[in-house]
């Protein structure tokens, strides 16, 4: 888990600027795909819960690596690390114990987290829309 002292930056401007850029400017398809990003986010934070809480390790590790990949795409930088430091404690725990048992704990320790990132994230995107 990331120490709160430590923790990334909510957002990399420069990946937005980058993400702009490589639209050419076109501010009416960066904003949908930032929109559709937030539109989202809320849909995949309750996939990963409810895959986590019912021990399904094969669709946490998915719905993971959705969260992870898509807020790195948008530059939300905390979010992705949470999602990172979730995917590696999957990764750890996949061989070693059973997932009913594991995964609802991996749930208490990180969804808290993710939730409340998660629409911090929300917030500031909607910032610089």
Known sequence: MQDEGLAPPLLDPSVLDRL?????????IWKVFV?????????????????????????AIDAVLSLKTSSQMVGAQRLAGLALGLERSLREDESRAEPAVVL?????AHLRR??????QTIYALQAWL
């Open 35 to 59: 929109q559709s990003f937030i539109a989202q986010l809320p849909d995949r934070t309750e996939r990963l819960r409810l895959t986590l809480t019912t021990g399904d390790l094969g669709g």
């Open 104 to 108: 609802p704990h991996l749930a208490a």
């Open 114 to 119: 993710i939730k409340q990132c998660s629409r």
């Open 20 to 28: 702009r850029d490589d639209v050419d400017d076109d501010e009416g």
